[in-house]
Every structure is written in structure tokens, then in C-alpha cells.
């Protein structure tokens, strides 16, 4: 395998206003001459040309693979997003084959358990099985949980909260030891992108309390609460439009391409520009940055692009 500089500027067929989309563009990345080694750490990973599974083990090299982040004999949270009943291709809801391989990679790092849900938005058990998700978990040794019902959810205080005080968050949110976040990239209709943060809102209760009370603040404020050892931001087919569950699949572009990092607000903030945004257009974004969560200058951060 070939590595060079990441694609400057690529240009997505199809889209609806024919603009070009820019991922991790040059004036992004102002001053970043260096060339880094592959033994320093990165703090993100930008990888695009294999199939989801492949571009996740590819990425995972860069941080030393699964075993850097799950200690043996623990119990792992993997949060993909399975809200909607629909199939794969069209992009609702993350691929799963990701999903079946970071579970893989999780016991193959010495995790005890690892446990998979979403509380969806359509009904929980059609999301489950035509997402593909629950045979993916199940073929990996998962387990797969439900999150349909308010008996699985626990009170909780966000200190650090401006809007979102306290929430009812899934009990596999607190009494797991690792929490691994992957969110299908997409357009949303509300909140602009539906990246990492976004995500999180499938592991609380009362999803509305944050429609209703400044959505934007309330994602930033819920993401001070428990930050992601990882988030993988799966790209590999990109709801460019009617998010967040589309219509068709002409809503798509199947743009080969996986966003990975520690930093939850660095991996939103990088793949916002597959979606044709700057992340400063991203209120959650800016917010979470702001409140200390991770970084969105992605122009600063060691960011190692892979082309497979």
C-alpha cells in the first residue's frame, strides 16, 4: 500500500447543487509541512478507497490497533446508529460489516463483553433487522441489546451542562468500561450533520428535551458527559441529502471513506467537509470545542491520510 497526501479536493459525482466537497482541504491544513512518522501518534486518521471493514483495520494501525484502547477481560459499548428500517444501501444507518468488524477486533483485543443497541426511531426490532446490524453483532459473538423502552434508562446529572442539565441515558452507558461511537456520515435535517456527537443521541431516553431546548447546545452539553475511547465515523456510503433517513438511494454517494480518531470533536469536525460545510458552521461542533471536549482546529492535528 501506497502512502501519500490524502486527496486535496474530490469532487463528489451526483450531488444535488454540483458543488465540490473538500475533504481535509489544503486551506485547512495551513502550515502542516511536516511529514509525521509512522511511530508518532496520531490524532487522526482520514482513510478512503477499501471496503468499510478493511479501511477500519488499515486505520487502526495507526494507534498501535484495538489493543490501545480496550483493556482485557472488559466490557465494550459499541454505539453504531441502527434508528431507521432501512436497508444498507441506503445509507441511514451505519454499514454493517463495520460493525461486525470492530466487534471482531474488540474480543480479539481481550474484551469480555461487547454489547451493541440504539434507541431507535423507528420500530427497534425492523431497524435491528433490515439495518443488517443484529446478524452482523451476532456473527461476531455480540450481543445485542434493545433500547425501546424507559426501564433501560437511568437519571443522570451533565455537570458541565449549559442547557442539558440531566438525562436519562441507557444503563450499557454506565456500566460499561469502553464506549466506541460509529455514526454513519450524513446530512440532518435539524442539527445540519449527523456525525459522532449526533450519535449520542440514540443512548439517551427523552431524545425531544433536545429538539425543543437548543439542539445544538444540548448535543455539546451531552457530549461533556462520557466521551468516546473511539469514534469512527463511517463513510463508506454518505447520505448527502434528506437525512436523517433519506428517501432513496439517490440520497447517496458511495464515497469509500472512514474519519477515525480519540477526539470525537475532531472526527466531526473533519468529516464535516465531506457534507460541504466548514465545521464553524456546525454550532454542536464549535460548542464542544469551546467547552473543552476535544479540538475542531483540525489544521493543528497530526492527521495520518491513508489511500488503500
Known sequence: MKRREFIKKSVLAGLATGAAVSFLPTVNLKGMTKKWTDNEQYDLVAIRGGS????????????????????????????????????????ANTNPLLVNRVVQ???????????????????????YTSSGIEKAVSDAKGKIVPGNHER?????????????????????????????????????????VSLGMKNHMGIVWDRGYWHRNDLQQCIADFATFRVPDLTIIDGYNM?????????????????????????????????TRFLNFDPKEIGHIQLAAEMGVGRMDIENLKINRIKL
Not at 451542562?161 to 440532518?188: A, C, Q, W, Y
Not at 471513506?257 to 472526527?267: C, E, G, K, L, N
Open 239 to 271: 447520505l448527502k441529502r434528506n437525512g436523517p433517513r433519506g428517501v432513496s438511494v439517490a440520497d447517496v454517494v458511495n464515497l469509500k471513506a472512514q474519519i477515525v480518531s480519540r477526539d470525537i470533536v475532531a472526527a466531526d469536525a473533519a468529516a
Open 105 to 127: 477486533r474488540c474480543y480479539e483485543a481481550g474484551a469480555k463483553e461487547v454489547l451493541v443497541f440504539d434507541h431507535t426511531c423507528d420500530a427497534w426490532q425492523n431497524c
Open 52 to 91: 468499510a471493514a478493511d479501511m477500519f483495520d488499515e486505520a487502526m494501525k495507526s494507534f498501535g490497533g484495538m489493543k490501545s484502547i480496550i483493556k482485557p477481560n472488559s466490557r465494550v459499548l459499541v454505539k453504531p446508529n441502527i434508528g431507521w428500517d432501512a436497508v444498507p444501501e441506503r445509507a
Open 152 to 192: 433501560y434508562y437511568g437519571e443522570v446529572t451533565v455537570s458541565k451542562g449549559k442547557r442539558l442539565k440531566s438525562t436519562k441515558v441507557h444503563e450499557l452507558v454506565m456500566e460499561t468500561d469502553h464506549f466506541i461511537d460509529i455514526p454513519i456520515l450524513k446530512n440532518h435535517s435539524g442539527a445540519k
